[in-house]
């Protein structure tokens, strides 16, 4: 019998093994009454350190590179953005996995601790990169050693009941959204203080030789606050299950107990379970997943490089400020509605109808950006922020009910891995994905005068392709949800 099994009849029997952290969660659980508020800050708090990370950066990526002096014109500052955007996708890839089965042999405490150093340290070293090379291979060894993203999914749903799962895991998209309000403001608005403040930051100061440290700075001592409270969350991997191995007598008496058919499904499950790639309702989600990943760290990308670029080659002609409000903006739309409204909605339609029909709404409102640059002053303002709040509330809602499909195919024993390989696979998209956004951003800032689809038309046309393709794989029979 697959120890799985073991312990979730044990558990049947309000049976709980002493010295068991994650027997001791399951019995909190039991007495939990109402919303478990202190479980799901605690997810919130741990998800915000790393967002912070990324969502800072939007705002800076730009003139960080130009002040590189590695881009020869212009336009090809979104195209060596790009691979900055990516090298942290790309080192979360490469780790994702091994971060998973870290997590579900050792625990999801660990993982998540040692993910939340990492951010203190190379988020540290890349505000202080005085060349492309050390901010690319900075973000790289950050995106390598913060493999809790997956982790902290399957601690989301482990700490709290099975009907606030929703509710767990939408602490996590919280999280994003609440750190596309700070991040983008600290990105924004502390990123180059020398010319900003001259009065506190003089000319020929630190800061003005490390003009993007001071953001990195604010977020790795977050980070550190957080890497230190993480010593007393709770253990959720049940650890006398991998001892229950080795008590050949324990499963004896357990079998003899249990009646011939009980035996035979439980083989069967346990059977159906030695792969995960043969869990179609758990790859088929994971694929799903990527695909909008693809499209969203694109547009993640590409936003700001287009805000930022000169009006000449079809941008806004933003300043790190005007971005940074913007985002911010939309991320508290986007803090509002996870918080408040998507478990709502994902209880009346469920996860898989909520991702397909955001996921139409955001084609035709990507096509509106073009149309959106025509316009200036205090309508331009109005209408991007009501813009980008969709934008991102439609991306991060759909994203949400794709965790909750993933974390529903699987049983405890397999989650961190579960989670771990949709993050390598996620990662490797999401790397893709400013690369190829940068580029692409690149190569339309050169091609203004086309006949077809001429500057940023492309770039939005080639977005909602990814989109459609996206919605088309959340229909039967590509994507399916796991029997209970």
């Known amino acids: 019998m697959a120890a799985?099994?073991?312990?979730?009849?044990?558990?049947?029997?309000?049976?709980?093994?002493?010295?068991?952290?994650?027997?001791?969660?399951?019995?909190?659980?039991?007495?939990?009454?109402?919303?478990?508020?202190?479980?799901?800050?605690?997810?919130?708090?741990?998800?915000?350190?790393?967002?912070?990370?990324?969502?800072?950066?939007?705002?800076?990526?730009?003139?960080?590179?130009?002040?590189?002096?590695?881009?020869?014109?212009?336009?090809?500052?979104?195209?060596?953005?790009?691979?900055?955007?990516?090298?942290?996708?790309?080192?979360?890839?490469?780790?994702?996995?091994?971060?998973?089965?870290?997590?579900?042999?050792?625990?999801?405490?660990?993982?998540?601790?040692?993910?939340?150093?990492?951010?203190?340290?190379?988020?540290?070293?890349?505000?202080?990169?005085?060349?492309?090379?050390?901010?690319?291979?900075?973000?790289?060894?950050?995106?390598?050693?913060?493999?809790?993203?997956?982790?902290?999914?399957?601690?989301a749903c482990e700490t709290v009941r099975d009907e606030y799962q929703s509710y767990g895991l939408s602490a996590v998209s919280t999280a994003w959204g609440?750190?596309?309000?700070?991040?983008?403001?600290?990105?924004?608005?502390?990123?180059?203080?020398?010319?900003?403040?001259?009065g506190i930051f003089t000319s020929d100061s630190f800061w003005a030789r490390f003009p993007y440290f001071l953001p990195c700075l604010i977020t790795s001592i977050f980070a550190a606050f957080v890497t230190i409270a993480c010593f007393w969350i709770p253990e959720t991997l049940h650890t006398h299950i991998l001892e229950s191995k080795s008590s050949e007598g324990s499963y004896d008496t357990l079998e003899a107990a249990t009646r011939q058919s009980?035996?035979?499904?439980?083989?069967?499950?346990?059977?159906?379970?030695?792969?995960?790639?043969?869990?179609?309702?758990?790859?088929?989600?994971?694929?799903?997943?990527?695909?909008?990943?693809?499209?969203?760290?694109?547009?993640?990308?590409?936003?700001?490089?287009?805000?930022e670029s000169p009006r000449r080659f079809g941008g806004l002609g933003y300043s790190t400020e005007d971005v940074g409000t913007v985002l911010s903006i939309s991320g508290v739309g986007l803090l509002v509605f996870q918080s408040s409204l998507y478990p709502m909605v994902e209880k009346i339609l469920g996860p898989i109808m909520v991702s397909r029909v955001l996921g139409i709404v955001s084609i035709p409102l990507l096509t509106s950006y073009h149309y959106i640059a025509m316009l200036s002053g205090i309508t331009l303002s109005i209408v991007l922020n009501i813009a980008s709040l969709l934008k991102n509330v439609l991306s991060i809602s759909i994203v949400t009910g794709l965790f909750i499909l993933q974390n529903r195919a699987v049983d405890q024993d397999?989650?961190?891995?579960?989670?771990?390989?949709?993050?390598?696979?996620?990662?490797?998209?999401?790397a893709v994905g400013p690369l190829g956004g940068g580029a692409l951003y690149s190569w339309a800032e050169k091609r203004l005068g086309a006949d077809f689809l001429p500057g940023d038309q492309m770039v939005f046309f080639i977005l909602n392709i990814v989109e459609a393709i996206a919605v088309l794989m959340t229909f039967k029979p590509f994507l399916v949800e796991r029997r209970k």
């Open 262 to 307: 009980d035996i035979n499904e439980m083989e069967e499950n346990k059977a159906s379970k030695k792969s995960l790639f043969m869990n179609w309702p758990l790859m088929s989600s994971i694929i799903v997943y990527c695909t909008f990943s693809l499209h969203d760290m694109a547009y993640s990308e590409i936003f700001p490089l287009w805000a």
């Open 4 to 155: 799985l099994e073991y312990a979730e009849s044990l558990l049947q029997k309000d049976d709980f093994v002493e010295g068991c952290p994650g027997c001791a969660v399951d019995r909190s659980k039991q007495l939990q009454r109402g919303l478990p508020l202190k479980q799901i800050l605690t997810v919130w708090i741990i998800m915000l350190a790393t967002a912070l990370t990324i969502s800072s950066l939007y705002p800076f990526l730009y003139f960080m590179i130009r002040d590189f002096h590695i881009a020869d014109r212009e336009e090809d500052i979104g195209y060596y953005a790009g691979f900055v955007g990516s090298s942290y996708m790309f080192g979360r890839a490469l780790s994702s996995t091994l971060w998973g089965a870290i997590a579900d042999r050792y625990g999801r405490k660990p993982v998540i601790i040692i993910g939340c150093a990492a951010v203190v340290v190379f988020n540290t070293l890349f505000g202080l990169s005085v060349n492309y090379w050390m901010a690319i291979i900075t973000r790289f060894l950050l995106g390598s050693m913060n493999g809790l993203l997956g982790p902290i999914k399957a601690y």
């Open 178 to 198: 609440t750190g596309l309000v700070i991040g983008p403001a600290l990105g924004g608005f502390l990123a180059q203080p020398a010319d900003k403040f001259p």
């Open 414 to 430: 397999q989650r961190g891995a579960a989670n771990g390989m949709a993050m390598t696979f996620m990662s490797l998209f999401k």
